[in-house]
């Protein structure tokens, strides 16, 4: 297992120039545009940006269970893995097909996903340990018996009272932080490597959020998986991240650590958004006070760089004609901005 | 839970209760009863008939008596299963429905499960796969089978069934078995005349079924918890099959229980066409001739049949739904 030191470096997912667009009759959303970052084995990434600025749509290409109007049209998504006789190999999961047995061995296996609604993102026709089980005996091998006790482990680790109970319950049966509690215990159910939580702490109060994080980082420390975070709550990356992510419009608009994204942020965008940092119990959708103008329909995308007209830095004739690509701006920190770096010369 | 199943049970007995009231009602609504109606058939057919011998004829029926003891004494004689003579038969209603009842009962649950067949994977699809060329298919088949009227589809597959398929159509058996006791051939044969009647009076149903199918597993197709159930790894299949479908569902379970009075009392004029032998046609004589007791049991035991149905839907549903289950 212990590949030595220079393997654990090695990013367990990387998502290179990744482009998913959605096929509509009415127009084209280029919902992903070009995203780029790296996960590692035991750190928390946080990918933060507005709501519809392409989140959600990155956690579901990394699955490959975009809805069918959406395809990957470019990029690379390489996991590093296991393979069955113990290898380690690099798997560009864009190359799969997203049915075949290769890549629904990965769903749910390497890969566990927990996101927002906490209502309905179980069945309300079967009971908790009912869902939580099918996973585990499906990728794990397990009999009904042995998948059953594992559900209920799992709805202990993540602390459900009464596990033994709770397992033969339904849904609606459990309260808003208990579901998302077991959400999490079935996306931990097989062990995966990676975990990505769409805003697994939107739809909950205060307290019950808190709470899910507080879980999520011990859950972390306990397994030493990777967590993709996605977010658009400052304050909750503050307090999880060790990288950051800012996105707008389907677009990677500055990464790097989570201090030198809160202390010398380089890009307008996150600038503004740091001004505006939602206190922890703000509604998801809220505009940003301090960013003029609203996000644009996602079939009217700007010229050049995407976030010029409510940039208060935008230079005339550059910034309205030119897209700016995502380059370094500091020790890990990259930023896709002409305030920083010339035009590439087009080709 | 089996609270809830008492209390729907309970419901259901009330629910006869009020349609053998509201049945002896409607029976007594039209001016005149059998009686004068016979006696007017008699004097149209040149026959005399004396005040005394009408008066006779009533008292021997208790027609003479105030309603609420005709509708005491009804009562009384369907609770020791005599349901009464048929007046223009005279016969006892017993005999003459019996078989028929039964008929009826297999004609409608052929319809049923025949729709059930049909709309659950051609809705599964046509939702899946929305707006393919098989969607705009089985819409446009759907519509044709709810705008076809019921009749004239009969009509028209009788003719083609006869012309080309050489098919014997019209009634639920061949000459030879239609007063021959019960065997396996009678059976086979019943089976065999039932295909026709179901289709025709599972289409239009049928055509409404993949409608609501189609759009409930649309609106669940878009559901997280589909998201769920994918990116745990499940094949595409199991996802649909297990999570949205059994959501949408309910549907099914409703439609035993209004297909009973829909088959037998909106298709009397299909069952007039391919004369079959079910309550329908006989319900229609009943009530042209004033039969009180016989149209009285017909109606009577559709409504049991149809608070019965009823009835098993919400069992069903209750088995569809564990929030009903838990909760009712
Ligand atoms: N199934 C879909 N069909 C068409 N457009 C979609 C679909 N899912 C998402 N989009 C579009 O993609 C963009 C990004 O959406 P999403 O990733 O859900 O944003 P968020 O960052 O809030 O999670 C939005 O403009 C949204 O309208
Ligand atoms: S490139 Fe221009 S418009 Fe875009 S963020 Fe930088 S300054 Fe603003
Ligand atoms: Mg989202």
């Known amino acids: 297992m ?221 397994r030493g998986m990777a967590i993709m975070l996605i977010t658009h709550n400052l304050g909750v990356v503050a307090e999880m991240c060790d990288q950051v992510v800012v996105m707008y419009l389907g677009r990677v608009v500055e990464k790097g650590p989570v201090d030198q994204i809160f202390h010398s942020a380089k890009h307008p965008y996150t600038q503004a958004l740091l001004l505006s940092i939602p206190s922890i119990e703000s509604e998801p959708r809220v505009k940003l006070p301090t960013i003029s103008g609203s996000i644009p329909h996602p079939y009217r995308r700007p010229n050049g760089c995407p976030f010029h007209p409510r940039c208060s830095q935008a230079m005339p004739g550059l910034c309205d004609a030119q897209v700016p690509t995502l380059l370094p701006v500091g020790p890990d920190q990259e930023a896709s901005c002409f305030l920083y770096h010339q035009p590439v010369e087009p080709a | 839970m089996l609270a809830y199943i008492i209390r729907r049970f309970l419901l259901a007995v009330i629910t006869v209760w009020a349609i053998t009231v509201l049945t002896f009602v409607i029976i007594q609504l039209p001016p005149g009863d059998f009686v004068s109606i016979y006696i007017n058939s008699l004097q149209s057919s040149g026959s005399q008939v004396s005040f005394g011998q009408a008066e006779a004829m009533r008292a021997q029926y208790g027609l003479d008596q105030p309603m609420t003891i005709q509708y005491a004494r009804w009562m009384g004689m369907m609770l020791q299963g005599d349901f009464g003579m048929a007046l223009a038969w005279n016969k006892p209603v017993k005999e003459i429905i019996g078989d028929r009842l039964v008929l009826t009962m297999v004609v409608s649950i052929s319809a049923i499960m025949l729709t059930w067949m049909i709309a659950l994977p051609v809705g599964i699809y046509s939702a899946v796969r929305q707006y393919s060329f098989g969607d705009y298919a089985f819409t446009f088949i759907g519509f044709l089978g709810i705008a076809i009227p019921n009749f004239m589809l009969a009509l028209i597959l009788m003719y083609v069934g006869y012309k080309y398929f050489n098919m014997s159509i019209g009634g639920l058996f061949s000459p030879e078995f239609e007063n021959a006791p019960w065997s396996l051939a009678k059976a086979g044969d019943l089976g065999k005349h039932l295909i026709l009647p179901a289709v025709i009076l599972g289409l239009a149903g049928t055509a409404q079924l993949i409608r609501i199918m189609r759009a409930n597993l649309l609106d669940e197709l878009r559901k997280p918890y589909v998201v769920t159930a994918r990116a745990k790894g499940l094949a ?93």
């Open chain 1, 2 to 222: 212990d590949n030595g030191h220079a393997e654990r470096q090695q990013p367990i997912l990387s998502v290179r120039n990744l482009k998913t667009y959605f096929f509509q009759d009415e127009g084209l959303v280029r919902a992903v545009d070009g995203a780029n970052f790296d996960l590692y084995r035991g750190k928390t990434l946080g990918i933060v940006g507005e709501s519809g600025c392409g989140k959600s749509v990155t956690a579901r290409s990394v699955l490959r269970i975009v809805e069918r109007s959406g395809r990957i049209i470019e990029g690379e998504i390489l996991l590093r893995r296991e393979d069955a006789d113990g290898q380690i190999d690099l798997l560009d999961l864009t190359k799969l097909d997203a049915e075949s047995r290769l890549m629904r061995s990965i769903r749910g296996k390497d890969i566990g996903l927990v996101f927002q609604e906490p209502m309905t993102s179980f069945s309300a026709h079967y009971t908790i340990g009912n869902q939580i089980a099918e996973a585990v005996g499906m990728h794990l091998k397990l009999s009904k018996e042995q998948a059953r006790q594992r559900a209920i482990d799992m709805l202990r680790s993540v602390g459900i009272p009464k596990p033994e109970r709770r397992v033969d319950e339904y849904p609606f049966q459990l309260s808003g932080g208990l579901r998302q509690r077991a959400m999490i215990a079935m996306a931990l159910s097989c062990d995966p490597s990676i975990l990505i939580a769409d805003e697994p702490t939107t739809a909950l109060d205060v307290t019950t959020q808190a709470q899910i994080l507080a879980l999520l980082e011990g859950l972390q420390r306990e």
């Open chain 2, 236 to 328: 595409e299949t199991r996802v649909i099959l297990k999570y949205p479908v059994r959501a949408a569902l309910n549907p099914f379970a409703s439609t035993v229980g209004y297909y009973f009075p829909y088959v037998v009392s909106g298709s009397i004029i299909v069952s007039l066409v391919l004369g079959l032998p079910t309550v329908g046609p006989l319900l229609l004589t009943a009530l042209v001739a004033q039969d009180m007791f016989l149209a009285g049991t017909i109606v009577l035991m559709l409504g049991i049949l149809t608070v019965f149905g009823t009835f098993v839907s919400d069992l069903i549903l209750m088995w569809i739904e564990p929030r009903m289950r838990m909760e009712g």
